[in-house]
């Protein structure tokens, strides 16, 4: 999402119902990688604490539209299987972001389906992964309501409460959403950096 974009009057103008289409389009569909599902939450709860969106309907609908969003995800990912693997690369695809899905998944196994929902990108294909991988339906179900909640009831609520106790905090809300989308970004930066340190290692151990 551009920086220049001024984010609470594009949630006044798209409302409850298009805050909910982004969280699920972000939740689990290949065209939602690239929108700004935590900086989004966190400022539609800014707003609900100015009375522009109501609380209570922001999050049980988000909390919905993110368990229905990774739900169509492991569908779509259960029919595909692993011809996803061999997809070519086009606008809304990228294999990069499959392989890096992967290795998170292959380290943290089905915890995966919760942890991602606070990470950009791998929140949307972490789901379709589940389904390539065929984990019970079940246990994804559990890990999907658990994260759906957590992720699309706690962001709003910390800004609802923010906004609630720090007059004016709207003021600074461009630094805060850059510090939301930098802590967002981190972990996978962190693990690439990491990723990279052990093959660098690896290559002088064999040298």
Known sequence: MPFNLDLPAFI????????FAIIFAE???????FLPGDSLLFTAGLLASKGYLNLALLVGGSVVSA???????????????????????????HKKHIKRTKKFYEKH?????????FMPIVRTFAPILAGVGEMR?????????MGGALWAA??????YTLGQTIPGIDRYLIP????????????????????????????????
């Open 67 to 93: 368990i229905l969003g990774d739900s169509v995800g492991y569908a779509f990912g259960r029919r595909v299987g692993p011809k996803i693997f061999s997809r070519e690369d086009s606008i809304l695809f």
């Open 27 to 33: 939740s689990g569909l290949f065209i939602g990688f």
């Open 137 to 145: 339906y079940r246990t994804f179900i559990t890990y999907n309501v």
């Open 154 to 159: 706690g962001v709003p609520m910390l800004g």
């Open 12 to 19: 006044t103008a798209i409302g409850h119902l298009g805050v």
């Open 109 to 117: 196994g089905a915890k995966t389906i919760i942890l991602a929902r």
């Open 176 to 207: 805060i959403v850059l510090v939301i989308i930098f802590l967002s970004v981190l972990p996978p930066i962190l693990e690439i950096i990491r990723e990279r340190s052990k093959g660098v290692h690896e290559k002088s151990k064999n040298v």
